[in-house]
């Protein structure tokens, strides 16, 4: 096991990414209120996401997970631990 503990969690902070402009966000928030309504998972303040939905993402944003996951913890939506969860792909 790794010595900093199990792989972290991918956790959207959804009352930040409300707060964003659509034109950075919009494809983000869209995604993850399709997760929302597919678990039927509506009143949290974050939401977990799969690891491959974050590669889905970066596919739709045109570039590394490492790159998407960089600009996402700039604006406020993963915390720096999700660095670590992109290093294990
Ligand atoms: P599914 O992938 O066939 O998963 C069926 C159920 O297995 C899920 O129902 C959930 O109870 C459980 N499950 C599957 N993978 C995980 C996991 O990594 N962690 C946890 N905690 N539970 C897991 P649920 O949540 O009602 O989701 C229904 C369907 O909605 C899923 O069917 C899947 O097609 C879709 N879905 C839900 N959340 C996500 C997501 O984060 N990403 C993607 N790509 N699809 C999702
Ligand atoms: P955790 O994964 O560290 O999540 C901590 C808290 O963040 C959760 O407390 C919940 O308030 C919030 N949270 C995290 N991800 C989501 C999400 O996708 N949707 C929503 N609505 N809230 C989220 P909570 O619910 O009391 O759960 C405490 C702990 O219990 C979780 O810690 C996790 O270790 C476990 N847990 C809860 N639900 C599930 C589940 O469906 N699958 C698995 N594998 N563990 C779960
Ligand atoms: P988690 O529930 O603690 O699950 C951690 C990891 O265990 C998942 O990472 C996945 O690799 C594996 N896992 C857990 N349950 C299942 C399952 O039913 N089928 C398969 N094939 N693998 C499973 P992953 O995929 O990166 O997901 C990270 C977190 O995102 C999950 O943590 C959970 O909080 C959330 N999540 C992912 N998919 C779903 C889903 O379908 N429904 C719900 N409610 N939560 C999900």
New binding site residues.
């Given amino acids: 096991p790794s010595p900093l503990g199990p792989t972290p969690?991918?956790v959207i902070d959804l009352e930040r990414l409300a707060q964003l402009p659509k034109e950075k966000a919009g494809a983000l928030a869209r995604y993850a209120a399709t997760i929302q309504s597919?678990?039927g998972?509506y009143n949290g303040k974050v939401l977990?996401?799969?690891?491959?939905d974050l590669r889905s993402l970066a596919v739709i944003y045109d570039k590394s997970p490492a790159e998407l996951t960089e600009e996402l913890i700039g604006w406020g939506v993963l915390d720096a631990e999700a660095r670590r969860a992109v290093e294990a792909f």
């Fill in positions: 969690k991918l597919q678990r998972d977990s996401i799969r690891q491959e």
